[in-house]
């Protein structure tokens, strides 16, 4: 190996896009925690609190913009 040759690194992305995956993942599982809830503590008992704003348009909207920077961290370029 020559002096002005640079070692071939181990990982396939950069730090960078490691980074954006991490934030990727951290959007989809605020997504996921926004979904949680809702239930009763009776099962006779309806709670119409599961039709809300945040568990039908919020939480699957974060989620989908979790998936996109995902694959956006995948397609970056390196430098």
Do not use: C
């Amino acid at each position: 190996m020559k002096n002005d040759e640079q070692p071939k690194s181990d990982f396939l992305f950069d730090k960078v896009n490691y980074k954006i995956l991490l934030i990727g993942i951290a959007v989809i599982a605020l997504g996921f925690i926004l979904m949680s809830g809702g239930g009763s503590d009776d099962p006779k008992v309806w709670n119409d609190e599961v039709f809300s704003f945040r568990r039908i348009r919020l939480a699957p909207t974060v989620v989908l913009i979790g998936f996109g920077i995902t694959i956006y961290s995948i397609f970056k370029k390196s430098k």
